[in-house]
Each structure stands twice: as structure tokens, then as C-alpha cells.
């Protein structure tokens, strides 16, 4: 009889420890329970659409309390399955102003600290389509056993130790780096087990995709107008017009470029001048995943990873694909 063995997250984090000579399963035991989460939240994605006709949705549930919404919902998932796992001392995430720090003695210890988009593209929910959770692991600067301070959090994303996201798709997949390559995992509901299905994820070298919100035209920098003109024309490169794919949830946009080849801008435009999308845990996760695929992820002149944070929230442009595709733009860039 032919057997076969899939190889589930849990299996692949312990495998993978050996990778890290000094480590003594920390790191692994935070992204086991980041998975942990993120089944319960794609648990309850799964059943939103269901919650009006069963009758637990509107104003009140049963029990008369009122019914969270699902980003609420899940930077609480998150936030509850860290503190429990001890391995971290404060997170910052898109649902919180400020930082939220672990006061138990277990946490208080921990050297590690999460930056999350608990819920990505959350608008996308009330009408069926792909949404996601985004997070950037760093190690504290400060020591452990003391409260962690805003330094820690404001660190440059080429820092991190570890960064993903989950995407609530068609199928639910969770991928991540801890800096030795990109590997993603299916959820097999079945199991109730992300399952290796994208080990080894390198991005096309170039492609004919490009994602943008082109209704803010009018407003985008010429050297963006540029490039839209660049992409539509038969040129050099590809001989053909690319095509335009944009979902409105980063995370799902750019899990369809990282494996079909195609870059995703998020320019500055007159409603967000310093752009939408948040360096700490939207773009700078993606840009370091980006980076590990063979990709790359830019604010127009700099690198995003080389940006040192003054905020928590901070907003930035944000252009990330193919190493050759960002080439192309930021030459017609100022
Ligand atoms: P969030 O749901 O976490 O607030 O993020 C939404 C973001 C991002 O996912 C998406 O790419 C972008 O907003 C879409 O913005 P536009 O609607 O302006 O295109
Ligand atoms: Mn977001
Ligand atoms: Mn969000």
C-alpha cells in the first residue's frame, strides 16, 4: 500500500528549530500558537456569512450582549492566544492605540514582541471575499524581565526574526519566514491542520500583473502615472499590455502576485499623503516575506525594511513585487 506523509506546521516549526543553533523553541512555541489563532478566527470568518440566518448576528446575540465585529474579534484571538503562550512580552496591533504589554511574571520574561493586522482587506468580509492577518516578530532591545518600551516596537523591519500572514481564502493558507525562505501551509479542515503545500516559495523573476487602486488616479505622483502607462503599453519587456488585478485586501493581493508575479502599489494620494498602509504591521511583514521570495518591497526611494518607525501606527507608500518590476517603477519615480 503507498503511504504518504504530510508534513503539518507544527512538525515543520520543530523541524526547522535545528536552523537556529541557540534556539530553545521559543520562537516555535509563538508561531504554533499564532497558528492556534488563526484557526479559531478562520473558524469564525467561515461562519459570517451564516451569522444572519442563524440569528446571531444583528444589534444583540442571544445572551444580550452585542455582537463584535470580526476585526475585533480577531485582534482579541490573537492577543489572548500570545499572552498564553509566555513567549511574549507586548504586542502592537492595527485595534490598539497603544501598545499592549503582558504583565505576568511568564511574559514579563519573554523576549519576543508582535507587531499585527489582526484582520486585513476587513471590509472585504460582508461580501464573501478574502481577507487576512498579518505579523512581524522582533526580539525586545530592552531586558527581559522589565516592561518592554516603545523602542522595542519601533524597530526597522529589517530586524525582524520571523513575519507572516494567514489568508482567508478560497482555502485558508498561513505563510511565513523566520529569514531561511518563504514556506506556506494549507489548512486541511479535515484535519484541522495547516499542511505544507508551498514549501521553498520563490516569486516569478518578473510578470504582467499590477495591483492598485487606479480609482485614485488624479491624485498619484507623475512617476506612478508613469508606470500605469508603462504597464498598459506593448512594451519591451512583455509585449503586451499587463494585467490589472486588485482585491482591496493586501494580503490576498499580494499572495496572488508572490506566486504569479506582480507588483502591488499603495502610492500617496490626496485622502493618505504618506500613503494607507501601516510600516509596522502591514508592510513591513510583507516586505521582509517579499524580500525572502526573491522580491522586494520599497516606500518609492528606500528600501521598506531600512525605515527606522517613529510611530506605531505610521503610514507609508508602499510598492512591493519582483526585484525587476520594482526596477522599472522607481526609475520613473522622482
Ligand atoms: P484594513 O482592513 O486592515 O484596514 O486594511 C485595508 C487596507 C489593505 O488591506 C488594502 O490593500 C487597502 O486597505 C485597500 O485600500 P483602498 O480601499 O483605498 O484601495
Ligand atoms: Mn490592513
Ligand atoms: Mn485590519
Redesign the pocket.
Known sequence: MQSYHVTTLNEFIIARQADFPYAKGELSRLLYAIGIAAKMVNKKINKAGLVDILGESGEVNVQGEEQKKLDVFADEQFISALKASGEVCGIAT?ENDETVLFDDDLSRDAKYLVCM?PL??SSNIDVNVSVGT?FSIYRRLSDRGTKPSMDDFLQPGKAQVAAGYVIYGSSTMLVYTTGKGVNGFTLDPSLGEFCLSHPNICTPETGIIYSINEGNYRYFPEGVKKFIKYTQEENASTRRPWTSRYIGS?VADFHRNLLKGGIYLYPPTRKAPEGK??LLY?CNPIGFIAEQAGGKAVNGHENILEISPLSLHQRTPFYVGPVKMISVLQSLLD
Open positions: 492595527e493586522d486585513d482587506g498579518i493586501l498602509l501601516r502591514e
